[in-house]
């Protein structure tokens, strides 16, 4: 188990409630059809429990020097992109879940569950390239959890 992923923009990390919580990042194949990225993650958090009116789960960089910030959001989709000249990191999570509020503070990506929630398992997804692929929009493809089922 490990407590943070290293990535291109420094460490990253979950937290449920302020507190740091245990990951298992599974390496995934960093290519599907025409899409390809230099390194791609998955983080499951399962069986996350509610904890009096709200659970916040936030992944966030922990030294994201020198890159810019956004968020990013589709369909069923939440997003946060890092870029950085030649460098680009996304996280990606379902979107639009109900009784969760999504939240981009500053180089992270919040989730706070009431406990009118159903769910307690969340998927993010980590990609990233420093490679002429940052130039592309693969990283936010394969950011994308809603990618999962089209691999099953």
Known sequence: MNTIIDTIFGPLSF???GRLIDITPIEMTNEYRHFQVDKRYQ?????VRQVGEETIIKCQVLS???CSFSPS???DLSLVVF???GKKMCIGTIGDLPGVIYKYPEYSLQ???SKEAECTSFIFL???CDSQLADTDDAEFLADPS??????
């Open 83 to 85: 870029n950085s000249p």
């Open 147 to 152: 990618i999962l089922t089209l691999l099953e």
């Open 43 to 47: 983080v499951r958090l399962s069986n």
């Open 64 to 66: 994201s020097n020198d």
């Open 15 to 17: 937290t449920i409630n």
């Open 73 to 75: 959001t589709g369909e």
């Open 126 to 128: 980590i990609t990233w």
């Open 111 to 113: 989730m706070t569950i």
